[in-house]
C-alpha cells in the first residue's frame, strides 16, 4: 500500500512538473511573438526582372542589383514584419505571376494603366518618374518624333506600358507604324544598330547606360511620350502590404534615401516631382 502511494506521488509530480514546463513554453512563445507585433515575420515573394539597365539587372559579378532591387532592399530593412525574396522572370511574365500568386508584388518600374487598375493594387507612395521617348540610332537623322514613325518598324516589349502607349497611338492617330514584340532574349539594340528595327520607346537612362556600356550608338528624339509616376503592382486584397511599403517609402524618401539610389543609378534624381 505504501509502495503504491509512493508511486502516485511519483506520477502526480511528474504530471505536474510537465504543465508548469508547457506553460513556460507557451509563455515564452507568446513573448516572443508579441515582441514581433504578435505574429511571425512573413515571406513576401517580389517579382523582377534581370534585363532591365540600372533598373533590375544581372552585374558583372553576377548579382542581381539595380534601382528597384536596390530600394526594395532598404524597404525591407524598414519592416521587420516581412523578409524579401526576389523572383527573376521576363518582364512579360510579371503580370500572369502576379495574378496566379506566384509573387505578391512586382517591381519593375511599373506605370499606372487602366487595364492594370482593373485587375490589380498599386502602392500609393511614387518612387520615382519615368520619362518614355522615341530611341533611334544616332545616324537616323529622319525620325524626330512619334509622328515621324508611319510606316517603321518599332520595338517594345508585350504587356509594357511602351507597347500600350503605341498600339493606343497608333489607332487614334492613325500613325501606320509596325509594332514588334520583342521577348527579353531579343537583343533590340543589336537590332536598331543593325537596322532590322527602326525605333524603341524607352528612356533616356537606358539609353544612357547601353550607349556608355555597348557603345550602342543610340539617342532619344522628340518630346517625352509619357513622363508617368512609378509604383509597385500587388493583388486586390493586399491592403495592409500596401501600407506598409507606402510607410516605408515616405521613411526613406525623408531620409534622402531614394534621391540618393536614383542619382546612383539612373544619373540623375528622378524623384524630385512628388
Known amino acids: 500500500m505504501k509502495k503504491l502511494s509512493f508511486y502516485l506521488l511519483l506520477l502526480l509530480a511528474l504530471l505536474l512538473t510537465a504543465c508548469t514546463s508547457t506553460e513556460k513554453s507557451e509563455g515564452d512563445t507568446n513573448e516572443n511573438n508579441a515582441a514581433q507585433g504578435g505574429k511571425g515575420v512573413q515571406k513576401i515573394i517580389v517579382g523582377t526582372g534581370t534585363q532591365f539597365p540600372n533598373i533590375c539587372f544581372i552585374d558583372d559579378k553576377g548579382n542581381l542589383t539595380g534601382y528597384d532591387v536596390e530600394l526594395v532592399r532598404a524597404i525591407d530593412e524598414k519592416l521587420p514584419e516581412y523578409e524579401f525574396e526576389f523572383k527573376t ?4 511574365n510579371l503580370l500572369l505571376s502576379l495574378e ?3 509573387i505578391d508584388f512586382i517591381a ?8 492594370r487598375e482593373e485587375k490589380f493594387l498599386f502602392n500609393k507612395e511614387p518612387y520615382n518618374v519615368f520619362p518614355l521617348k522615341v530611341t533611334v540610332n544616332a545616324k537616323n537623322d529622319f525620325i524626330q518624333s512619334i509622328d515621324d514613325l508611319k510606316g517603321k518598324n518599332v520595338s517594345v516589349s508585350p504587356t509594357s506600358n511602351s507597347a500600350v502607349y503605341i498600339e493606343k497611338y497608333n489607332k487614334e492617330h492613325n500613325l501606320g507604324a509596325n509594332i514588334v514584340y520583342s521577348s527579353g532574349s531579343v537583343d533590340v539594340h543589336n537590332q536598331l544598330a543593325t537596322g532590322r528595327i527602326d525605333a524603341i520607346i524607352t528612356t ?3 539609353v544612357k547606360y547601353y550607349n556608355e556600356s555597348n557603345k ?3 539617342k532619344v528624339v522628340g518630346d517625352a511620350l509619357l513622363n508617368s509616376k512609378v509604383y509597385f ?5 493586399e491592403a495592409v502590404l500596401q501600407e506598409r511599403l507606402d510607410d516605408a517609402i515616405r521613411e526613406l524618401r525623408a531620409e534622402g534615401v531614394i534621391s540618393k539610389l536614383s542619382k546612383k543609378w539612373l544619373g540623375d534624381d528622378y524623384t524630385v516631382d512628388f
Open 89 to 92: 522572370m521576363e518582364f512579360s
Open 100 to 102: 496566379t500568386r506566384k
Open 108 to 115: 519593375h518600374q511599373m506605370e499606372v494603366n487602366s487595364e
Open 204 to 206: 533616356p537612362f537606358a
Open 216 to 218: 550602342a550608338q543610340e
Open 233 to 237: 503592382l500587388l493583388n486586390k486584397d
